[in-house]
């Protein structure tokens, strides 16, 4: 059964009710189904060179007679101003719809304006964001941005480019000129820049001397490399060292950033030193790092030249950063300060029989668990010596205590302790 409404003023609001509720739709609802404006190949948007252009490939469809397509395209159409190489970039790219932007980008020749590309006029099909492609000046070409995924994984939104080749600038690790080869990998343009110069010791001749615990800066940046030996890659730089000490020292690269390009991918590695102005050989080779630090075993009063270099090629990685030689610094103990906090207790004790019956932690300074200084400590007998010395006025034991002194040419490790 209808019921009608009885007053004339119940008709008059229900209209004005549904004339609101019209234009919030209208406002509001957006097809479901909306299709971007440059869905079809035919509606392309015309770009702009260097100037970027918004793209989607929410609800677009695809072209399906094309080889280099997915499930969802959106078309531009460009004019070439140049004939050479011209980079087409994807950017800020980001979902539109779903959980991914698995997108890829094609261009072709525009050879019947008005009308669809076929596989014949592709250029180029790149996945996912940057390709280069040679152009005509005065020549239409389509730009299709599109997705690799189905419609229930991807759909993405952001900024597609066409690039015009600029003049290559030598040190921004930028391939400007888009042919392949960035900053000073282009010879043909940036051999004669000053970025594009050797370091003062690429040559292993011109090797710059270290001060042990000192870090030198170094960089690879336009450096060549010794291809006769091994352990290298695409570039090295070289410095010495003479040892003031016959022990265990560490090699170690820090702080290291890329000087151009993308990557840090160093090595390192350390010679005995020919000398005569000789460069070293495989058979000088004491260690080959990768890739920040290594120990060495050297005598003191001789000389080492230390080599850091690249196994990356040019267009990948170039570094700079530290190198530093660190020899062994003797730590400052306690006697019978076996836990290393600078005072003896029954902590001590406990922990030298637990190191003894338990599998426990060794020490860190052998000679600290000495406890009377004869070089002959056992870790029951320590315990005991402890122990008596804390509880029954047992004889203290000799220096150092009962404080931290410097335990040079003692069985310490390397490092420092927390004696205060």
Not at 111 to 123: E, F, K, M, R, T
Not at 252 to 270: E, F, I, R, Y
Not at 372 to 392: M, Q, R
Request: glycine share 8%.
């Amino acid at each position: 059964m209808i019921v009608y409404p009885k007053k004339r003023g119940d008709l008059v609001a229900m209209g004005k009710l549904a004339a609101v509720l019209a234009v919030v739709a209208s406002v509001w609802c957006v097809p479901a189904s909306a299709q971007p404006a440059n869905d079809n190949c035919i509606d392309a948007i015309s770009l702009t060179e260097n100037v970027a252009a918004q793209y989607t490939t929410h609800n677009a469809t695809d072209e399906a007679a094309l080889t280099c397509q997915g499930t969802a395209d959106v078309w531009f159409e460009w004019t070439a101003t140049l004939t050479g190489l011209v980079q087409v970039a994807l950017s800020d790219n980001s979902p539109a719809v779903g959980t991914g932007i698995d997108t890829n980008h094609s261009v072709y020749l525009n050879s019947v304006p008005g009308s669809c590309p076929i596989d014949a006029d592709q250029l180029a099909c790149i996945d996912p964001f940057i390709g280069t492609v040679a152009v005509t000046a005065g020549t239409s070409y389509l730009i299709r941005v599109g997705m690799w995924s189905s419609s229930t994984i991807s759909r993405a939104q952001g900024d597609v480019t066409v690039f015009t080749p600029a003049p290559e600038v030598c040190d921004d690790g930028i391939d400007n000129d888009f042919d392949g080869l960035p900053d000073c990998a282009d010879t043909a343009d940036c051999s004669a820049d000053p970025a594009c110069q050797p370091p003062a010791n690429d040559n292993c001749i011109d090797a710059i001397t270290l001060v042990e615990n000192v870090a030198s800066a170094y960089t690879t940046n336009s450096a060549t490399n010794e291809a006769a030996l091994t352990c290298r890659g695409t570039a090295d730089v070289w410095f010495e060292w003479t040892a003031t000490l016959t022990d265990s020292i560490d090699v170690t690269l820090s702080n290291n950033t890329p000087a151009v390009g993308v990557g840090t991918d160093t090595n390192h590695s350390v010679y005995t030193n020919p000398g005569g102005g000789l460069c070293p050989t495989d058979i000088d080779l004491l260690a080959c790092s990768d890739p920040f630090s290594t120990s060495v075993a050297v005598v003191s009063g001789t000389s080492y030249l230390i080599r850091v270099g690249m196994w990356s090629s040019f267009s990948t990685s170039r570094a700079q950063g530290d190198v530093t030689v660190l020899t062994p610094v003797a730590e400052v103990f306690v006697r019978g300060d076996f836990d290393n906090n600078g005072v003896i207790g029954i902590i001590d004790a406990i922990q030298l029989l637990t190191w003894a019956f338990l599998n426990g932690t060794p020490p860190t300074c052998m000679e600290a668990i000495d406890f009377k200084a004869n070089g002959v400590p056992s870790l029951i007998l320590e315990a005991i010596e402890v122990l008596t010395y804390l509880f029954l006025s047992g004889t203290a034991p000799p220096s150092p205590f009962p404080f931290c002194e410097d335990g040079t040419a003692l069985d310490c490790s390397i490092g420092t302790s927390s004696c205060p």
